[in-house]
């Protein structure tokens, strides 16, 4: 008897590479094939297919500019390039839309009109933002930050946004506030999430901070990327960027946020504790259990995926803002 095992959620995570090399090193060759005036009367058609969606891909990245933009001269560059726009905007991870990195698509049917942001809780001033208010009352600037996903594949991005802080300042958390919640927008009728059998997720999508991490000066919240608004596959309108951690806690596409008293549940603590922990941040001497943290592959160059492999830093390399909220 055969028993046909279906994969979990979680062990879809680290599989997606394999597939999307072979798929983006085939458009490589095609290309060179092309460029060598070799394929061109071939395959007429595959340079066709290629550039509509190439077009739909630069379409759902062409979003208003924002400007003026400050540049924070504490974040302007790191040791590594920016990662390719239409890279980052083409390979991400947004489950309410699929189990896949090519969810760019499907990500377009993300409603972003009239957002609004429910700050409540344990807070002096709970106040419901839109993406107006919140560009109005906040110090918005451009920030270059180190990205690492749990997966072991890292990037560049040059983030839009203001520092959590900022929000602390306004709505005043009480004492009694000791963690906050960060809730993604969730609608069945509209996110589809994973095609593949998942079971129950624990939708909606939360993450969670201690208030002292959330106070830290690198804790953002991005409302742009690339200078201009956030597209809807990196979590338009507004998704938290917290770079010393791993990707998975960067909730997308917030809709509340909410200063509690005790440890919030998040979503992939809760599916496997094990492997997803509260704290996540990047550390190259503990591993997954599945696979290492100690290098990552970094992915910058277009237009197809390729990546160049790195060391993992601890914190990943921000050890010197956050190290010591950690030490006790
Ligand atoms: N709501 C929501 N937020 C999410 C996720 C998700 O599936 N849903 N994936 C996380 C993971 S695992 C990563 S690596 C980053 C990816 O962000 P990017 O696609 O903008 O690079 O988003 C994080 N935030
Ligand atoms: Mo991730």
Redesign the pocket.
Known sequence: MTLIRIPKIWESLENEITPETHYYNRRQFLKTLVNAGIGASLIPLVGCQKSSAQNALENSLNLPKISPLRKNPAFSKVDRPITDENL?GSY?????YGGTKKIWLKAQKLPTENWKVEVTGLVKNPRTYDLDDLKKTFPIEERIYR?R??EAWS?VLPWIGFPMKSLIEAVEPTSAAKFVRFT?FYDSEVTQGPSFHLGALPWP?TEGLRIEEMANELAFFAIGIYGRDLPK???API?MVTPWKY??K????IVKIEFVETQPATFWNTLVANEYDFEANVNPTKPHPRWSQATEKFISKGPGLSWDIKETLPYNGYGEYVASLYST
């Open positions: 980052a991400n991870n947004f489950y309410e990205f996903c749990v990037m993604s999508y596959q990196h979590g998704r990707g998975f960067g909730a997308k596409s």
